[in-house]
C-alpha cells in the first residue's frame, strides 16, 4: 500500500503529531483499557461470586493482598481512564471557557475520588 | 436564465441552498449507534466508578453505613441502576474492545464492521444475562 505522508522524516520520527501531544493522550486512553480489561473482569467475578455476603465475609475478601492490590489498580486504572475519556467528551461540546474549568474540575475530582478509594480499601484491609 | 440558484449577485436563491448533513438527517445505523453508545455507556461507568467510591468509602466507615448503603442497592431502584451499570460495563468493554483491533488496522471492511457489531451487541447481552443469573443462583433469589 502506497501511504503518502505531508510530515516531514524528523516531525514522524518524534511521532508527537501537530499538537505535540496528542498522540500521548491517546496512547495513554489505550494503555489504561488495556489494564482495565483484566482488572474489571476480576471486579464483576469477585462481585458475582460474593453476591449477598454479609459486612464479614465482604470485609474478610478485601483483607487478602490479592483483592486489595487488584482494587487499588483498579482505581488508579479506572479514574485515569474515566478522566481521559471525560476530557475529550468535554472538548467535543464545551465550546465556551468553561470548558477549561469543567477539564479541570473533572480531573481535580477523577484524582481525589482515586485517592479517598485507595484510603478506604487499605483501612478495610488493615482493619480487624 | 437559471431557475435553481442565483442568476447574479443581488438575486436571492429560488431555494435554500442545501446544508451538510447532521444528526437530524442521518438515519440511525448499527455503527452510529454503537458509536455513541460507547460514549454514554463510558459516562454511565464514570458515575458508576463515583459509586464504587462512595461503596468503599461506606464499608471502611463500618457494617452500618455498609448496611445502609447495601439497601440502596438492593431497593429495586438500586437493583435497575445496578443492571444497567452491569450492562453499560460490557457494551463499553466488549466495544472498547472492539476499538483496540480497529486501532491493529483490522477489521476495517464493511462487512467486517458490522459482524464486529453484532458480535459486540450479542455478546453484551449474553454477559450481563450471564453476570446476573449467576449472582442471583449464588445470592440467592430476592424475597
Known amino acids: 500500500m502506497n501511504r503518502r505522508s505531508f510530515r516531514s522524516p524528523l516531525a514522524r520520527a518524534l511521532g508527537l503529531g501537530s499538537a505535540k501531544s496528542g498522540a500521548q493522550h491517546w496512547w495513554a486512553q489505550r494503555v489504561s483499557a488495556i489494564a482495565l480489561v483484566p482488572l474489571c473482569l476480576w471486579f464483576v467475578v469477585s462481585i458475582v461470586t460474593h453476591a449477598g455476603s454479609d459486612y464479614a465475609v465482604f470485609a474478610a475478601w478485601i483483607r487478602t493482598p490479592l483483592a486489595a492490590s487488584c482494587m487499588i489498580l483498579l482505581l488508579v486504572a ?11 467528551v468535554i472538548e467535543d461540546y464545551v465550546h465556551s471557557g468553561v470548558r477549561f474549568v469543567v477539564i479541570i474540575l473533572v480531573r481535580f475530582g477523577c484524582y481525589g475520588l482515586t485517592v479517598i478509594g485507595i ?3 487499605l483501612l478495610i484491609a488493615f482493619s480487624g | 436564465m437559471i431557475k435553481n440558484g442565483t442568476t447574479d449577485g443581488n438575486s ?4 435554500p441552498r442545501p446544508l451538510s448533513p447532521n444528526i437530524q438527517i442521518y438515519r440511525p445505523q448499527l455503527t452510529s449507534v454503537l458509536s455513541i453508545a460507547n460514549r454514554i455507556t463510558g459516562l454511565i461507568l464514570s458515575l ?7 461503596w468503599l468509602s461506606a464499608a471502611a466507615a463500618g457494617p452500618q453505613a455498609y448496611g445502609v448503603v447495601q439497601s440502596v442497592i438492593g431497593s429495586w431502584a438500586g437493583q435497575v441502576a445496578l443492571f444497567g451499570c452491569t450492562f453499560a460495563f460490557f ?3 466488549c466495544g472498547g474492545i472492539r476499538h483496540l483491533v480497529w486501532d491493529t488496522v483490522h477489521g476495517f471492511e464493511l462487512r467486517s464492521i458490522y459482524i464486529s457489531g453484532w458480535t459486540v451487541v450479542v455478546s ?3 454477559l450481563t444475562v450471564i ?3 449467576i449472582s442471583l443462583l449464588i445470592a440467592g433469589w430476592p424475597q
Not at chain 2, 12 to 15: F, I, L, Q, S
Not at chain 2, 48 to 54: E, P
Request: glycine share 8%.
Open chain 2, 124 to 126: 453484551s447481552v449474553a
Open chain 1, 78 to 88: 479506572l479514574f485515569h481512564h474515566s478522566a481521559l475519556g471525560l476530557q475529550v
Open chain 2, 48 to 54: 458508576g466508578a463515583v459509586g464504587l467510591v462512595i
Open chain 2, 12 to 15: 436571492t436563491p429560488a431555494r
Open chain 2, 91 to 93: 457494551l463499553h468493554l
Open chain 2, 131 to 133: 453476570a446476573w443469573v
Open chain 1, 119 to 121: 484510603v478506604a480499601t
